[in-house]
Structures are given as C-alpha cells and as structure tokens.
C-alpha cells in the first residue's frame, strides 16, 4: 500500500475506537522484538547500547517505544531526540519520551544540532544495533539538521558493521514511490507496519530498506476499506 493509504487505514482505525498510543505501543512492540532478534542472531546481544535515533514525530515515538521495551529486557539502551525542540511533536510520541524517564537500563539524551551528534558518533562501533526511528515518510529535497547528521551517523555505524533496523522505512525513502532524499538510510532490516509498503518493492527501495518485515498493529481489516 502507498504512504496515502497508510495515513487512511490508520485514521479510520481510530475512528474505529483504536487508539493511537495503542498502534503505537504495538508498533513499537514490534521493532523491540526484531532489534533483539537481530542483536541475538549476530552475536550482538548485550555486546553494547542499543541506540536509538529518534524524530520528533510518531515514527520517533515508535522508537522511543521499542527503547522503553528493549530496556525492560534488561539491554542497555541509548533513546536519543534528534530535534530542534526538547520534547517530540506529537501527544502520543512525547508521553511515550517522558515515560522513558522512569525506564530501567535506558539513558535519554537530546541531540538538537549537529554538533551533538558528532559528539555522539565517537565510540559508535561499540554499539550493538542501531535503530533509526528519525522519519517516516520521505522528504523533499536535501535533509535538514539535525536529522541530516543523524543519516550521516547511521551510515558510519554501518560502515562499522553495526546492523542497522529502520521503523517503518529507512529515513528519507519514500513509502509510496521509493525514491531516496539526499543522504537516506540504507537498513539491514526495515520493520513496517500493518501492510507491505510500495516503496519498499521498488528496486531503490528494497536496496535501501534490506530485509523487510511487516508487524501488524491492531489496524483491522475493515480499515482498509476507504
């Protein structure tokens, strides 16, 4: 299904009575689940922080999720904000960043520019996953700080053979027509949710989002229908 379609389901889902912390505790359950699978398969486990790069929208907000359930596990986890503003933009994403307050084995930072993430990219081999929760739809054009030194961290990470896990699509391809932005993520595996994305079967798509897996999250079937 295309990006369009996506933002339907999910708005008829909660039209339906589905909350939208409810989807997103799902969504979150979910990428928690293959970040530690991933983590166990390549000998990773608890070898490092898990870090999570996180935007200031719902897509941040799943990653702040899949941080407070990987650190209820008893993995050391990093949840970081990469964002202009001190809190996410969204209700369900900010209740879920200051629920992190109290999480165990998890550290909350705030990266607002550039140079923080710099700062936060020394030692990133020593990370056992990366998860990058930054955005969730494509954007226009070039990206803009501090997302854009968010890519640029992922993309050393993974030059470091740090496996990579995107929510939903890697940062800056496009659900619905795969095409990346400049720079884009390029993920070992892509968690996205509910219904296999168009962007993500295209040619430049699959090669940026690697192995991908579809978690569903409550939407129900009736949704679709718009």
Do not use: Y
């Not at 933002?7 to 909660?14: H, I, L, V, Y």
């Not at 595996?189 to 999250?217: D, M, N, Q, Y």
Request: with cysteine; glycine share 12%; net charge positive.
């Amino acid at each position: 299904m295309s990006a369009e379609a996506m933002t339907g389901a999910d708005r008829r889902a909660q039209a339906l009575g589905v909350t939208g912390s409810r989807l997103m505790e799902h969504a979150g359950a979910a990428v928690a689940a293959a970040v530690r699978a991933v983590a166990e398969d390549q000998g990773r486990l608890g070898s490092g922080p898990i870090l999570v790069l996180c935007g200031p929208g719902n897509n941040g907000g799943d990653g702040l999720v899949a941080a407070r359930r990987l650190g209820r596990l008893g993995l050391p986890v990093i949840a970081v904000l990469v964002a202009a503003e001190s809190r996410p933009q969204t209700r369900d994403a900010a209740r879920n960043w200051d629920r992190l307050t109290t999480a165990p084995s998890v550290t909350r930072m705030h990266a607002p520019t550039a140079r923080d993430l710099a700062i936060l990219g020394h030692g990133i081999e020593k990370a056992s996953v990366v998860v990058d929760a930054l955005l969730g739809t494509g954007v226009q054009g070039v990206l803009r700080e501090p997302i854009r030194s968010a890519v640029e961290l992922i993309r050393k990470a993974r030059e470091a053979m740090v496996p990579v896990v995107a929510v939903d699509t890697p940062t800056a391809v496009d659900l619905t027509s795969g095409e990346p932005s400049d720079p884009a993520v390029r993920a070992d595996l892509t968690v996205t949710f509910h219904r296999p994305k168009t962007g993500l079967l295209t040619k430049r798509g699959a090669a940026l989002a690697g192995k991908v897996l579809v978690a569903p999250i409550g939407i129900p079937p009736e949704a679709d229908r718009g």
